[in-house]
């Protein structure tokens, strides 16, 4: 069994930046394309950004790139979403999913495992 749980989240301006952390416990890190998504009120859950195993490869919706980063470090079995530049319409509940499979996914029926989420909300 895998074990995820977000933490970071927090009220900011916008404009500010936030990162938010995501710790795996009962299984090494290594074994998953880990992702994050999010689900603001009345909407469904989107993708934000995806790594592979080595981290050597990251992808991110057109909504977040150029602004957030995601970065992942196996031996501490944890990852990261630095997010700069925070707009308010990137208000949500943020999730950290992890994917036992071949290849990057951007789609939450993929994901096998998920956190509990943390709340990020940007204020204007």
């Known amino acids: 069994q895998v074990q995820l749980e977000e933490s970071g989240g927090g009220l900011v301006q916008a404009g500010d930046f936030l990162s938010l952390s995501c710790a795996v416990s009962?299984?090494?890190?290594?074994?998953?394309?880990m992702g994050w998504f999010r689900q603001a009120p009345g909407k469904e859950r989107e993708f934000v950004a995806a790594?592979?195993?080595?981290?050597?490869?990251?992808y991110y919706a057109d909504s977040v790139k150029g602004r957030f980063a995601i970065t992942r470090d196996n031996g501490k079995n944890t990852m990261r979403l630095q997010m700069n530049s925070l707009k308010p319409e990137d208000t949500a509940v943020y999730y950290c999913?992890?994917?036992?499979?071949?290849?990057?996914?951007?789609?939450?029926?993929?994901?096998?495992?998920w956190g509990q989420g943390t709340q990020v909300t940007v204020s204007s």
């Open positions: 790594i592979s195993w080595s981290g050597g490869n990251t």
């Open positions: 009962g299984r090494a890190l290594g074994a998953y394309f």
């Open positions: 999913a992890a994917h036992l499979g071949l290849v990057m996914a951007t789609t939450s029926q993929e994901y096998d495992y």
